[in-house]
């Protein structure tokens, strides 16, 4: 065991789960007669944003049944992986996590590896079931520093709009949500990934502005509702 | 029929008149000629006066790309065409000498779209050189204007995804930029709340 090796422990954060192993599979044997949250990718974007906080000489080796291991190092900005992401397992099974130093070794032979940015993207939308990270304050206000590479990454009208939006103000996720007319899960889930892409900056509210009621309960517009702006007529005409 | 105005400028060679063909859906009025400069871009052809495109939305609202030459002796034409426009895609060659330079020297041009937040950066080429990378060109964009978040991305011009990613991008990024403005202009002071 090396001095700053971690993995992954579920069982402190989900109570329901504790009597069994984590495996990131809500089929899991182990749980029979109990629900089990699929934790996804929950583990490994803990694992990078703790390298981001504390940079050492680290990789992140994540394995899954089905796949090859994952190796990801956040120094290179790099990652090395079989999977394509196309076929990116949204709900990995039986997911284990690790840190681990670099050896000089492995490291000298290792092909060129892909950039992170598409993973780490994707890793941020599949994490977290839709909550918020854990190390974000819902009433945190955050904007863009920059966009992020959208023509490299899979995303939605929804997403760019909502993106547009950090562009030009400071928002808590919440406002977000309602002011893009989103889902407040997918907010959530953008915030987390551009939080893991390190793409956002963040300020705290004063004590009095904190709001003391819960989100506002998100109602999907009506289709007609959505035809304002140019922006809707051309992904109308565009099929987005 | 509602008309809106999108450029697609940049420094010759970077791509412009491909990226219209690929979003127009009508055949693009190609007005090129023989390139004299081989020297800046090593093409046959380049752009003289304009090139154009449109994408029809219904019987409501047609849009118009307009590919504007990359010279510098033919800025004429930019200033008929900025006064008009609702936004530009400035396109910039990767593996140019000094895109980051370029890309400045044209939003200075530009600024009135610019300052509007009418600008969507599209770095082509960056297959052939992976530098300067889009947070490179982050870096300039905010130096010079940090109350901006301008979108910069790589673009294979051919590509019909990243193209209508690049469109969508702007035309979210103006909305947003003219539905803050209202709401912050419709805002009353504390003034006249009282």
């Known amino acids: 065991m090396h001095g700053h090796e971690m993995t992954f422990d579920p069982a402190r954060t989900a109570p329901a789960a504790s009597q069994a192993p984590f495996t990131g599979d809500s089929r899991s044997p182990e749980t029979t007669g109990i629900t089990v949250p699929s934790f996804g990718w929950t583990g490994v974007a803990i694992a990078l944003h703790r390298l981001q906080q504390q940079p050492t000489s680290s990789i992140v080796v994540v394995r899954q049944a089905d796949h ?3 190796v990801i190092d956040l120094e290179t900005n790099a990652y090395w992986w079989d999977t394509p992401l196309t076929a990116f397992p949204s709900e990995p099974v039986d997911i284990d996590v690790v840190v681990e130093p670099k050896d000089p070794a492995v490291e000298a032979s290792r092909a060129p590896g892909t950039d992170l940015d598409a993973l780490v993207w994707l890793i941020g939308n599949h994490s977290f079931l839709g909550e918020l990270a854990w190390w974000l304050q819902r009433d945190d206000r955050y904007k863009l520093v920059r966009w992020p590479n959208f023509t490299m990454l899979a995303h939605t009208p929804e997403q760019m709009r909502m993106t547009a939006m950090l562009g030009y103000t400071f928002l808590p996720v919440g406002e977000l949500a309602n002011a893009s007319e989103s889902d407040p899960a997918e907010a959530r889930r953008l915030i987390n990934a551009f939080s893991l892409m390190r793409l956002l900056r963040a300020e705290s509210p004063e004590p009095s502005e904190v709001a003391v009621s819960a989100d506002p309960v998100y109602v999907p517009p009506a289709p007609q509702q959505r035809r304002g702006g140019l922006f809707s007529r051309l992904r109308d005409r565009l099929g987005l | 029929m509602a008309e809106h105005v999108i450029l697609f400028g940049g420094p010759m060679g970077a791509g412009k008149t491909t990226a219209i063909e690929t979003l127009s859906e009508t055949e693009v009025v190609r007005t090129e000629a023989a390139n004299t400069d081989r020297e800046t871009a090593d093409k046959d052809t380049t752009t003289v006066a304009l090139d154009y495109g449109e994408i029809t939305l219904g019987d409501t609202d047609k849009v118009r790309l307009y590919g504007i030459p990359g010279q510098q002796r033919f800025d004429f034409m930019w200033s008929i065409l900025k006064e008009r426009a609702k936004g530009m895609v400035l396109l910039v060659n990767n593996d140019a000498a000094d895109p980051v330079g370029e890309m400045l020297a044209f939003l200075d041009e530009f600024r009135d779209l610019y300052d509007r937040g009418g600008v969507v950066v599209a770095a082509t080429r960056s297959d052939v050189s992976a530098t300067p990378t889009v947070a490179d060109y982050s870096a300039a964009l905010t130096e010079r204007r940090p109350d901006l978040v301008v979108p910069v991305f790589t673009v294979d011009p051919r ?20 539905m803050f403005l209202t709401s912050t202009a419709s805002q009353p002071t504390s003034a006249a709340a009282r």
Request: avoid cysteine.
């Open chain 1, 68 to 70: 090859l291991p994952l």
């Open chain 2, 159 to 178: 590509e019909e995804d990243q193209m209508r990613t690049v469109l969508m991008t702007l035309v979210a990024n103006i909305e947003m930029r003219e």
